[in-house]
């Protein structure tokens, strides 16, 4: 069974700052990997994903994530923060060996900009 | 841009009542699924649906959990008789295709039991 581990509960970060924020997964094979966003109030909107190739891959608003196999993680970055990224970050696996295909979540990572 | 709607935003129900949360899935999409997320809990898969029956479920979804596909437009999760621990945010997706396309997310139904 596949299982996904956000260790930063909260970041805090400076507007303009860079950031990242961690997730690691555990799966047998080369799973499929994403990142969703959740402001309050609001349902989880997709940042990027991961299947195969390219390591980096390139998101919506700026976001990028890199896929390591030898770390089993898939980090989220962002060179720049803006206050409107201030959300709830969540890292998700799925596996197409289930029936169902269905998604993986880490516990997710609040993130908080300072002005 | 299609999405995934859900109703109600919000339902509140005494302990033992039967809910159905509502949702309607984006128009082309064949791959359907409930997930849930306890307040300040990770977000949890409950079932997926596929081709008008259950194709996965979670240990979470019990007898007291039902799917259905009433229509060619609605998606409906049925809680026979809910219970304090039912009380989550509830998330509709949907996906048009299987293996690794893009589930697509609803804003939720968050449910209060009472």
């Known amino acids: 069974a596949q299982s996904v581990t956000q260790p930063d509960i909260h970041i805090t970060v400076s507007e303009g700052a860079s950031l990242e924020l961690r997730c690691n997964y555990s799966y047998g094979a080369t799973p499929y990997l994403f990142w969703y966003v959740q402001s309050p109030g609001q349902g989880l909107q997709l940042l990027l994903k991961?299947?195969?190739?390219?390591?980096l891959v390139q998101g919506i608003k700026g976001f990028e994530a890199e896929f390591k196999r030898s770390q089993s993680s898939f980090n989220l970055r962002k060179p720049s923060v803006h206050w409107s990224d201030a959300a709830e970050y969540f890292c998700a696996v799925g596996a197409i060996e289930n029936a169902g295909n269905m998604l993986t979540f880490g516990g997710g990572t609040r993130l908080m900009v300072k002005p | 841009e299609p999405e995934v709607t859900q109703t109600p935003s919000h339902q509140v129900t005494q302990m033992g009542q039967e809910v159905i949360l509502r949702c309607v899935p984006i128009s082309n999409h064949l791959y359907f699924y409930w997930y849930r997320q306890i307040l300040g809990q990770k977000v949890e898969f409950l079932v997926s649906f596929y081709n008008n029956e259950i194709s996965e479920k979670s240990e979470i979804f019990d007898d007291q959990f039902s799917v259905e596909r009433p229509d060619g437009s609605n998606f409906t999760l049925k809680i026979r008789s809910t219970k304090l621990e039912d009380s989550a945010m509830y998330f509709c997706?949907?996906?048009?295709?299987?293996?690794?396309?893009?589930?697509?997310f609803g804003p939720g139904t968050r449910l209060t039991v009472l």
């Open positions: 991961y299947f195969s190739g390219d390591t």
């Open positions: 997706a949907s996906r048009r295709e299987g293996g690794s396309d893009t589930q697509y």
